[in-house]
């Protein structure tokens, strides 16, 4: 088991360092959700004071932190995909499994890696917006229990693009999930609050459980809704991570099989 | 727990659409030897050595490798091998040396270990100055002697090479085949190597298979094979004027064919050790050979002979 931990740190460090070296891997990633970031928070400025029924928050800055963070991870889910894909299809994951390290290692390193770099976005969007006047509302704890979300976050979106790589063994494909993320991301509260939404999108909304996740992240981030949002939020998001996770093994075990 | 051998027992693998990539495919290597794997692109090769790698099951059949079951014991497989795969599969981003230190590390050896066995290494493959470098700045030669090294940090017993030094200029080849002898000499590793190169084969192998179409068409030790199927021609070259006193000499040990307009063939049905007969009986009847050949059938006339085609084509873009 030990030995486990440490093929898993391996292969977690080496999927870091890959990523590092590779700017293509990483800089979208913080790119597009800080722009959009910029783009929301500048727009819509006096949105929350004037739109009946939005929930009451310091700023539109302080509301779209968690929309940016689920964002930023989502798209490094894809990405990490793409690069656990590129592995398949340059022969370095048969080096990986004609070695005895442990199957668990296997997919474990490339969604720790994945875990590692969802929450130093999520410290990164959280420096960026409190530079801009953003406050955490939860303070300490509150920051805690947001890296807790992106924690889990990062492991479903990782297991996604992970799940993906296996089963289509083309970078190309693993990549095409990117509008699924997008399409995720968009009809959820992830940028606006359901309170404002009618009509069909807020019925998609509603079923979306990244809507769920969402909005339980930012109570600890702009004290919107309660502890119970925060709740559901957080057994949402470990509900889909182990999910995804599990998928990820099933996947795993047919392409060891052969079957892929 | 030393057996180091590979075993196959009628070996099957089919792909979707009813492809049989492997088809019947039955060997037996003790351990200590140097396996030649020998066959055009498309033989079924590489299905094999990753069926014996444990990175594909069998359709049908079964395979030991050092003793061990590939499907059911892969995990005792794994530590006992040693694989370094087509397309030299190393990451372009890291460097040579974190790549040794994360291959140390899938096969549980300890930090200080890896380290240790890592810098012998490096120094045998000639990488030391590059360790720092990331492989994609590496040269053909220079990443397949890395990823030879990699197979090695675990000091495996089989050692797997999937067309070794495909692509490479002749220079790089002959360091890379040095390397594999040393090995094998220095450490008793069995060496299963797959090649469309006769001459690779002819070098490096003790044993040839030779494998078209999913399956093996002759197996032996590369003179064996050659052996199997000819004699080796004696060529000689004369003066014009005793041309027909050579073929009246020449026919009492063959049937002479002329060779080019002064030179005359025969296949020596004792084999080289005919050679010396010949050329007295030339002496005695006062004919002074200018030129003398002998030439043996090639592992391509062994190919040719067991397949009705050539493997030549793949040879010379190749080399």
Known sequence: MNLALRQTGALGRRALIRTMRVPQAWVPSLFFPLMLMAIFSGSFAQAPGMIPGFPEVAGFLDFIIAGTILQAVLIAGTSGGAAFAADIEGGFFDRLVSSPASRLALIGGRITANIVIGVAFAAFFITVAMIFGARISGGVPGLLLTFVFTVFLAAAAGGLGVTLALRSGSAEAAQGAFPLFFALMFFSSAFFPRETMDGWFKTVADLNPVSYVVEGMRVPIAGTGDASDALLGLVIVIGLAAISIVATLRSLDRRLKGDL | ?319
Request: net charge negative; no cysteine.
């Open chain 2, 1 to 319: 727990m030393n057996d180091a051998s590979v075993e196959a027992n009628g070996l099957v693998r089919e792909f979707k659409g009813d492809v049989r990539a492997v088809d019947g495919v039955s060997l037996s290597v003790p351990a200590g030897q140097i396996y030649g794997f020998l066959g055009p692109n498309g033989a079924g090769k590489s299905t094999i050595i990753r069926i014996l790698t444990t990175l594909l099951s069998p359709t049908a059949g079964s395979a030991t490798v050092g003793g061990h079951d590939v499907v059911k014991e892969a995990d005792a497989v794994r530590h006992k091998i040693g694989v370094a795969l087509q397309d030299a599969a190393i990451d372009p981003f890291m460097t040579g040396r974190e790549l040794l230190r994360l291959q140390g590390v899938l096969h549980g050896l300890s930090r200080n270990e890896t380290r240790k066995r890592g810098e012998r290494l490096l120094e045998r493959v000639d990488l030391v100055d590059a360790a720092d470098r990331r492989v994609g700045t590496y040269s053909g030669g220079m990443r397949r002697r890395l990823d030879l090294a990699l197979a090695l940090i675990h000091e495996p017993q089989v050692l797997f090479l999937d067309e070794p030094t495909t692509g490479l200029d002749p220079i790089s080849r002959h360091t890379l085949w040095n390397e594999v002898r040393r090995l094998n000499r220095e450490t008793g590793t069995t060496v299963f190597l797959t090649t469309q190169y006769l001459e690779e084969a002819d070098e490096l192998a003790n044993r040839v298979a030779i494998i078209a179409q999913g399956r093996i068409v002759a197996d032996g030790t590369p003179t064996d094979l050659k052996a199997e199927i000819g004699q080796p021609t004696l060529s000689i070259t004369v003066s014009r004027d005793q041309l027909d006193d050579a073929r009246t000499t020449m026919a009492r040990f063959g049937a002479p064919a002329p060779n080019g307009d002064s030179g005359l063939s025969i296949q020596l049905p004792d084999g080289a050790a005919g050679v010396a007969g010949v050329v007295r009986a030339l002496d005695e009847a006062g004919v002074t050979a200018t030129g003398l050949d002998l030439s043996e059938p090639s592992l391509d006339d062994v190919f040719m002979a067991k397949t009705g085609k050539r493997m030549e084509a793949d040879e010379v873009t190749a080399s």
